[in-house]
């Protein structure tokens, strides 16, 4: 039987009873338990490593999820749904739905962040965008909670409520609020008049892992049914790593021209398509640098400040692009202040 030593931590020491008791790591036994990762909720990961002597030599993934803060049972059931279109998730092995605990296989330890910083990016990306093609392939409606414009717009809402409010610490005038809603309806309208399909909403580099088959997807527990440029402009606009744009324009037109292959309703004009990932690409940079904000200001997690400047930066080169949503870039522009512009610190 798996045996951990004691932890002063209680909810780590209920999660390691739980999983003395699981007959699943009977064969594993003796057992260590290490942090694996944590993520920007209240979930923590732990990685279940067999001792030399062992039986078994796999590793395993316990997750400790709070259920007074999160709730399993949408990974449980999205991870089956993921499995079915042919995706590579983790395999849920045990569950304690009434505790917050989950035991999965392991998809390794190598994200698509550390792979990028060393190998080529075009396999992996192709890799990636052949997933989200099988992912959007086997949507159908009324399984997954819709991405509404209620939930779009409280998304956008963190910007002025977290980064503007809460970070630089500016109370907008009526002048100023006015046409940063108008930016706001704009963007609302376009995305949610895109053809809808099933999106995992957090479809990006650190949530990615090398694996094979490659990649394996982590963290879909949010999935919605909602626009369907949305997991394509997460994983190419990366908040954690940045490519040139002509890199980014051809693995677009690569995803494209597969999703068209694929009987996916993409528009015919790539044009077309083209504005709407990036307006959709606004919408969720809104989005993420309030997000930011929050994790720092609200949850302590400092370290999310280094990655809003390269955000900023890319939804200030969309809004700029477009009339209607220059006013943004514009309000931006004369609240942060002048050597921030360069996107060198926040």
């Not at 338990?33 to 490593?49: E, Q």
């Not at 580099?205 to 963290?219: A, E, F, H, I, K």
């Amino acid at each position: 039987m798996p045996s951990f030593p004691a932890s002063s931590d209680p909810r780590l020491a209920d999660l390691e009873r739980w999983l003395n008791q699981l007959p699943a790591l009977q064969s594993m036994a003796p057992v260590s338990l290490a942090p694996a990762s944590s993520d920007a909720s209240f979930r923590r990961y732990f990685r279940v490593t067999p001792a030399s002597g062992s039986a078994s030599t796999s590793t395993l993934i316990a997750m400790d999820a709070p259920p007074d803060k999160e709730d399993c049972r949408p990974f449980v059931r999205i991870a089956g749904l993921l499995a079915e279109a042919g995706l590579h998730v983790p395999e849920v092995l045990a569950q304690d739905l009434a505790q917050g605990f989950l035991l999965l296989s392991d998809l390794g330890q190598r994200t698509y962040l550390q792979a990028l910083r060393s190998e080529a990016p075009d396999p992996l990306y192709r890799d990636a965008i052949a997933a989200l093609v099988r992912l959007q392939a086997a949507s159908r409606p009324d399984v997954l909670p819709p991405y509404d414009r209620a939930l779009m717009l409280r998304e956008l809402q963190l910007l002025p409520e977290w980064y503007l409010s809460q970070q630089l610490r500016v109370t907008l005038t009526e002048a100023q609020l006015q046409p940063l809603q108008q930016v706001f309806d704009v963007l609302l309208d376009n995305c949610l008049q895109q053809p809808q399909v099933w999106v995992h909403r957090d479809y990006h580099s650190r949530n990615l892992m090398q694996t094979r088959p490659n990649p394996g997807v982590l963290d879909f527990q949010d999935a919605v049914y909602g626009p369907i440029t949305y997991d394509l402009v997460s994983l190419l606009r990366d908040a954690y790593i940045q490519w040139e744009e002509a890199e980014e324009l051809e693995w677009c037109i690569g995803y494209w021209e597969s999703a068209r292959k694929a009987g996916l309703p993409v528009r015919a004009d790539f044009a077309e398509f083209y504005r709407d990932y990036e307006w959709m690409g606004a919408q969720r940079q809104i989005k993420v640098v309030g997000i930011f904000a929050r994790l720092a200001l609200r949850d302590g997690k400092q370290a999310y400040l280094d990655d809003q400047p390269q955000v900023l930066r890319i939804l200030l080169r969309t809004c700029r692009r477009y009339r209607e949503l220059a006013p943004l870039a514009a309000l931006i522009d004369e609240l942060l202040p002048q050597p921030t512009q360069t996107g060198m610190t926040f």
